[in-house]
């Protein structure tokens, strides 16, 4: 190889890492996003407003952008996204128009955020003004907040995920949920493979939406994640059984509990590694019925896109979250 081939070589070679390392450096990190995101939550709350019922909202629309292929994913701090039609107005020539005097007199919502005289669809300040004042205009109340979803949402299960992400939010007082834990206690003797679509015959031909993980009587069930308890009692199916749905559109679904932790409730919100139950084998049947099968965990998940509710294998979150927990536990 001759000396220009090698310089020439040695030159890409430097500009490639310092590209690198440039654009890692320009990178935000995941706790600077949050930041980021926080800032503009607190900046447009008000009395009749807390920032969490933002966050929520926010976190919503961010979460059906990940899982539907009909919307646009917006690539910025904020995710609120408006129609054109509520923006610029229905009757409105300008689809992207941003002056305020045209916006008004054709009915539209767009408003000034940053004090630039537009109303810019795509500016974040903008969009987070405009949401702040539609929502303040109902009250302060979580009925009057729940009035504003369905009036601007028009779907009782988007309210629903909403009101959840806001009750975690003001729980937790933070935007930072991402620690998960593994749903059995480590300390048991347990095992689990992926049963996802295994066939099922009681209740009627049906494919298996779920792991079961297999364990003694009575060893504890944990929480998988921050959330809130949204449903918990018999289903016939799943025997004693709770639901308890997460701030990113995902419904985690525990059956086949021999019991309850005394105290847990529906509307409660709890943190991963909560103790919510015990191993047991109800179910396939009427209240009360038990022994049909070994006792195991039947854990689900679920979610929900703005539209539909529908299940995804668990088995490899449950072997991430398992491992973690181990190594941990090994520290």
């Known amino acids: ?21 440039v654009s890692a450096a320009e990178e935000p990190s995941r706790e600077q996003i949050l930041e980021k995101r926080m800032e503009y939550y607190v900046n447009y709350s008000n009395n009749a407003l807390p920032w969490y019922y933002l966050a929520a909202v926010d976190q919503y629309e961010r979460n059906i952008q990940q899982v539907r292929s009909d919307i646009p994913k917006r690539e910025s701090v ?43 669809l795509q500016n974040d ?45 003001k729980k937790f007082g933070t935007l930072n949920l991402d620690e998960r834990a593994f749903v059995l206690s480590i300390k048991h003797d347990y095992s689990y493979r992926s049963t996802w679509g295994d066939s099922r015959g009681w209740g009627g031909r049906r494919i298996h939406e779920g792991t079961d993980l297999f364990a003694s009587y009575g060893v504890p069930v ?6 809130l308890v949204e449903i918990m ?28 932790e005394k105290g ?28 049909k099968f070994p006792p195991h965990l039947h854990y689900g998940m679920y979610k929900y896109n703005g539209k539909n509710e529908w299940a995804f294998d668990p088995f490899p979150s449950l072997k991430i979250w398992e491992k973690v927990e181990k190594s941990t536990k090994k520290i």
Do not use: C
């Open 264 to 291: 847990v409730k529906v509307g409660d919100v709890i943190e991963p590694g909560t103790v919510i139950g015990y191993v047991g084998s109800s179910g396939y049947g009427k209240k009360g019925t038990s022994g």
């Open 78 to 120: 904020v995710a609120i996204q408006f129609s054109d039609d509520y923006w610029t107005g229905a009757l409105n020539p300008i689809k992207d128009d941003t002056n305020l005097t045209s916006i008004a007199f054709f009915g539209g919502n767009g408003s000034d955020g940053n004090h630039d005289g537009k109303a810019d």
């Open 125 to 169: 300040d903008d969009v987070m003004f405009t949401m702040a004042e539609y929502l303040s205009e109902f009250g302060p109340d979580e009925k009057d907040f729940k009035r504003a979803l369905k009036e601007y949402y028009q779907a009782d299960k988007t309210i629903d995920q909403i009101i959840a992400n806001a009750k975690i939010y």
């Open 222 to 227: 944990k929480s998988a994640t921050y959330g």
């Open 1 to 21: 190889m001759s000396q220009w081939l090698r310089f020439m070589l040695y030159l890409s070679t430097l500009f490639f890492l310092f590209s690198a390392v």
């Open 233 to 260: 009692g018999w289903n016939d199916f799943g025997g004693w059984r709770m639901g308890i749905r997460d701030n990113n559109n995902t419904y985690h679904y525990y059956a086949h509990l021999s019991s309850f």
